[in-house]
């Protein structure tokens, strides 16, 4: 094993005995915390007593599988780490590992009895702060550690603000990591990596601060919308997915369909319907026949993805796409968190892989003039009625299924 200089930081403050209580790696994507940090946790591991009980961790068991388990497996090979995900626990180096997904219903409540010798967090600031609170009061066995990576988030994070913030008065250990840090990745991986990134996530992403999201969200597309706009659809659309968000006090209907080209490499918007003013769900039913027959002449469309929050809605227009024999599939949206749909966008806007239509006024309104919300909490979109969301959400729906597949084209990536 080859260490990076920032890496081998690390593993010496290990063996000088320089650890804390809580070690925290943080910083810009790819910069090799992950890596190391499980290099650190099976060392460690090794080297503490074998009956005591430790736990992994990440937002799911799934995430916790496909970004540590598999490689904790490869590092140290089959024989020192077993694991089984349906039975929640491993074996490394003889010592029990049980495993946990924080966000996972009751998770909080099947840490609560135990007693921990060492855990290990993947992508901290995922986790629920309920969850991290009894995590450490879990850690009491003499000699308790824990290791966790994160990229950075917005500046009122509970973990900026009650853990990192205070480092000298409590027992934490603040490591910060930058992409340029792991010397083991291909420049043009990090070239190509860092073009992927604009505004705030940038500033997270790349340059690992924690920073609050303000100001325009699009911001490569606010700069400079004509770079991004076609007059006309290109002829190389292999097909379309169209996605729906319905209004309702002040918002309005929307429906955007989205063609791909083939192998996904360019995502064009090609059409959209946007009403705004108060229509009758039957007038609704109407609207979206016409605009759904009007792009299946032109564009293979198989699926359409609605906002799950009004069924009935859905199901009238199940029916009537149905009743005037219009093959299609109605799905509920994913939904997924907003923040990941936002920077999936920001991401094909900056790698000059998304184009809209210019007849799309609608939608690109929406992206010029889309701003962060600087009152809420959680990174969202302002939200208020002044500017269009129902165009954003409307395109998100269209596209969520096929995120993680157009970035992986480019990319090696976690989700
Ligand atoms: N010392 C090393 N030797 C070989 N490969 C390494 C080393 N350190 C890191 N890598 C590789 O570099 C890539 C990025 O590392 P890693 O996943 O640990 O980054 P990270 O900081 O956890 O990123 P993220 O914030 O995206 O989770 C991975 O493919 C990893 O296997
Ligand atoms: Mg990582």
């Not at 068991?61 to 089959?78: A, F, P």
């Not at 923040?339 to 892989?353: E, K, L, P, Y």
Request: aromatic share 10%.
């Amino acid at each position: 094993m080859i260490y990076t200089n920032k890496q081998r930081d690390l593993m010496r403050l290990w063996q000088q005995n320089k650890l804390k209580r809580i070690n925290l790696l943080e910083g810009s994507v790819s910069s090799g915390k992950t890596w190391i940090s499980l290099v650190l946790w099976a060392f460690w591991i090794a080297s503490m007593p074998k009956n005591k009980p430790y736990l992994m961790c990440a937002k799911s068991l799934t995430t916790l599988k496909r970004n540590c388990l598999m490689l904790l497996e490869e590092l140290v090979g089959g024989k020192n780490f077993t694991y089984s995900i349906t039975a929640k626990e491993g074996k490394l180096f003889g010592r029990t590992i049980l495993l946990e997904g924080a966000n996972d219903a009751r998770s909080e409540s099947k840490i609560r009895g135990i007693s921990l010798q060492g855990a290990y967090c993947d992508e901290l600031t995922q986790f629920p702060e309920d969850f991290f609170t009894m995590l450490l009061s879990r850690l009491r066995i003499s000699g308790a550690k824990l290791i966790a990576t994160t990229n950075p988030d917005k500046p009122s994070h509970w973990l900026k603000t009650q853990y990192i913030d205070r480092a000298k008065e409590l027992d934490f250990l603040d490591l910060k990591f930058l992409i340029d840090d792991n010397t083991t990745l291909d420049p043009e991986y990090v070239k190509n990596i860092k073009l992927e990134y604009t505004g705030v996530f940038y500033e997270r992403f790349i340059k690992g601060e924690w920073r609050a999201a303000e100001g325009a969200i699009y911001t490569d597309f606010t700069n400079n919308p004509k770079v991004f706009q076609l007059d006309a659809p290109p002829d190389d659309i292999a097909f379309c997915t169209l996605g729906m968000d319905f209004g309702g006090n002040g918002s309005a209907h929307a429906i955007v369909c989205t063609g791909y080209s083939r192998g996904l490499k360019k995502v064009v918007v090609v059409d959209e319907y946007y009403r705004k003013e108060v229509i009758s769900p039957l007038q609704l039913e109407r609207d979206t026949v016409d605009f759904v027959r009007r792009c299946k002449s032109r564009y293979k469309i198989i699926d359409m993805y609605c906002d799950s929050a009004e069924q009935v809605l859905i199901k009238g227009i199940k029916n009537a796409l149905a009743r005037e024999k219009i093959p299609i599939n109605v799905h509920n949206a994913r939904k997924g968190a907003i923040i990941d749909r936002i920077r999936f966008t920001a991401s094909v806007m900056a790698i000059g892989r998304f184009f809209v239509v210019k007849k799309c006024r609608h939608l690109i309104d929406a992206f010029s003039n889309a701003v962060w919300d600087g009152k809420k909490l959680d990174d969202t979109r302002l939200d208020d009625g002044s500017v269009n969301v129902d165009s954003l959400d409307a395109f998100e729906y269209s596209i969520e299924p096929y995120m993680k597949d157009i970035l992986n084209l480019n990319f090696l990536r976690k989700d």
